[in-house]
């Protein structure tokens, strides 16, 4: 087989030009900028060889990173036949391949800090069972689907509900992340980027099995520090993070890990749950981060005689903004009242949000009028409180 330039000048450079359409479908960049195409021939009757380096043996995207290849190599113009050879990384070229994708940073630095773009909203709740999670992952996708790159780390230990809401679910069993060296490379779903501590404990995601991550405060931060430096989410609009319930460890963490993370707060109408819920929002700020504002969630459900049924009173999301607003320079607003929908529950239990499959859905349409609303927020600096504390 004779070299590009011998048959026909540039056929294998006009092929290596396609080939930047193929995209790895986990760190979500072309394959030509990650270093995965290497040599690539075509003899004088068209007949194109191209090899490609996988990133690891077993690589769960192989098949679909060749079929792509092939499809790019054969739509060029001059090719009459494709080969794929498929190669795997050296541990050097991968190696080399991680520290860039961390742009330089040190591999134990985290990407989210003061100085980065991206907006880290750290939602939490006074109790379990309000929905907050329910609320984080219809979020998160909305906001995707608007067109922003969103992330989302599931630090609920106790309750680690995110991938069955999300539908990364094989088996019974949380998606596992595909590992690159020491770099994790979050499983996407409906165009989020998805990190759980459920993906690295063998229990069922649909609580069949009640697994007690007994966790102490020192690992459970060591855990949610590797979630920030080892997982590779690339340039992020949002992060959302989905923070146990109450006033506990993780809510510490992340107020030391990440100060500049705006906090929302979830609570249910009921006036009992908000007043549990302010205490959230309080720890929040003696960790230096800002409350952004409340989400009340379960609120009133319509019926069909067009009476609205408070099955959790009512009043509750409004109450907790008043008290969290006191004392502070600005008011913190409630920011959306999400009503009780059964679709809403459906979808989750499903794994397919009901912000993408019903989006006319009340509650849908309230959290896609919440996404909008963030994500009209400027990507920045601008208003956001440095990571400066007086106290
Ligand atoms: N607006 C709503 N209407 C109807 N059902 C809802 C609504 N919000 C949440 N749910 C349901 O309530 C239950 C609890 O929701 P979810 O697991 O999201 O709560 P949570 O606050 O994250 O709980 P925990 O933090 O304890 O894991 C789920 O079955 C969910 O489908």
Same mark, same amino acid.
């Given at each position: 087989? /004779?070299?590009?330039?011998?048959?026909?000048?540039?056929?294998?450079?006009?092929?290596?030009?396609?080939? /930047?359409?193929?995209?790895?479908?986990?760190?979500?960049?072309?394959?030509?900028?990650?270093?995965?195409?290497?040599?690539?021939?075509?003899?004088?009757?068209?007949?194109?060889?191209?090899?490609?380096?996988?990133?690891?043996? !077993?690589?769960?995207?192989?098949?679909?990173?060749?079929?792509?290849?092939?499809?790019?190599?054969?739509?060029? @113009?001059?090719?009459?036949?494709?080969?794929?050879?498929?190669?795997?990384?050296?541990?050097?070229?991968?190696?080399?391949?991680?520290?860039?994708?961390?742009?330089?940073?040190?591999?134990?630095?985290?990407?989210?800090?003061?100085?980065?773009?991206?907006?880290?909203?750290? =939602?939490?709740? !006074?109790?379990?069972?309000?929905g907050k999670s329910t609320v984080t992952a219809n979020?998160?996708?909305?906001?995707?689907?608007?067109?922003?790159?969103?992330?989302?780390?599931?630090?609920?230990?106790?309750?680690?509900?995110?991938?069955?809401l999300?539908?990364?679910?094989?088996?019974?069993? /949380?998606?596992?992340?595909?590992?690159?060296?020491?770099?994790?490379?979050?499983?996407?779903?409906?165009?989020?980027?998805?990190?759980?501590?459920?993906?690295?404990?063998?229990?069922?995601?649909?609580?069949?099995?009640?697994?007690?991550?007994?966790?102490?405060?020192?690992?459970?931060?060591?855990?949610?520090?590797?979630?920030?430096?080892?997982?590779?989410?690339?340039?992020?609009?949002?992060?959302?993070?989905?923070?146990?319930?109450?006033?506990?460890?993780?809510?510490?963490?992340?107020?030391?890990?990440? @100060?500049?993370?705006?906090?929302? =707060?979830?609570?249910? @109408?009921?006036?009992?749950?908000?007043?549990?819920?302010?205490?959230?929002?309080?720890?929040?700020?003696?960790?230096?981060?800002?409350?952004?504002?409340?989400?009340? &969630?379960?609120?009133? +459900?319509?019926?069909?005689?067009?009476?609205? +049924?408070?099955?959790?009173?009512?009043?509750?999301?409004?109450?907790?903004?008043?008290?969290?607003?006191?004392?502070?320079?600005?008011?913190?607003?409630?920011?959306?009242?999400?009503?009780?929908?059964? @679709?809403l529950?459906?979808?989750g239990?499903? !794994?397919?949000?009901?912000?993408?499959?019903?989006?006319?859905?009340?509650?849908?349409?309230?959290?896609?009028?919440? /996404?909008?609303?963030?994500?009209?927020?400027?990507?920045?600096?601008?208003?956001?409180?440095?990571?400066?504390?007086? &106290?």
């Amino acid at each position: 087989m /004779a070299d590009a330039g011998a048959a026909d000048t540039g056929l294998a450079e006009r092929i290596r030009t396609a080939l /930047a359409r193929v995209i790895d479908p986990e760190i979500r960049k072309p394959i030509t900028e990650l270093d995965m195409v290497g040599p690539i021939t075509v003899d004088d009757t068209g007949a194109a060889d191209v090899t490609i380096k996988l990133t690891i043996v !077993g690589c769960p995207a192989a098949a679909s990173i060749e079929r792509d290849v092939r499809e790019a190599t054969a739509a060029t @113009p001059g090719v009459t036949s494709v080969a794929v050879d498929v190669q795997v990384m050296s541990t050097a070229e991968r190696q080399a391949l991680t520290e860039r994708l961390r742009g330089g940073r040190s591999a134990r630095g985290i990407p989210f800090g003061p100085e980065s773009l991206t907006r880290v909203y750290a =939602v939490t709740s !006074g109790k379990g069972g309000v929905g907050k999670s329910t609320v984080t992952a219809n979020l998160a996708v909305a906001l995707a689907a608007s067109g922003l790159r969103v992330g989302l780390v599931d630090a609920d230990v106790h309750g680690f509900s995110i991938p069955g809401l999300l539908g990364l679910v094989e088996d019974g069993l /949380a998606v596992k992340p595909t590992q690159v060296g020491d770099m994790i490379l979050p499983p996407v779903a409906h165009g989020v980027k998805v990190v759980s501590i459920g993906m690295f404990i063998d229990a069922p995601t649909d609580g069949t099995t009640a697994v007690a991550v007994a966790w102490r405060g020192p690992m459970l931060h060591r855990t949610i520090q590797q979630f920030l430096t080892d997982v590779f989410f690339g340039d992020l609009d949002v992060l959302l993070l989905d923070l146990p319930p109450g006033t506990g460890d993780v809510a510490i963490s992340i107020g030391q890990l990440l @100060p500049h993370a705006e906090v929302l =707060v979830v609570t249910t @109408p009921q006036p009992a749950a908000a007043e549990v819920a302010e205490r959230s929002g309080v720890v929040a700020r003696q960790t230096g981060q800002r409350v952004h504002g409340v989400i009340e &969630n379960m609120a009133g +459900l319509p019926q069909p005689d067009g009476s609205v +049924l408070q099955l959790f009173g009512s009043g509750g999301g409004e109450a907790l903004a008043a008290r969290l607003s006191i004392g502070q320079d600005a008011p913190v607003p409630l920011l959306a009242s999400v009503p009780l929908s059964v @679709p809403l529950r459906e979808g989750g239990d499903a !794994g397919l949000p009901i912000v993408l499959s019903d989006p006319t859905d009340p509650a849908a349409a309230e959290i896609l009028r919440l /996404a909008g609303q963030l994500a009209a927020r400027p990507r920045g600096l601008a208003g956001r409180r440095l990571g400066v504390s007086t &106290n």
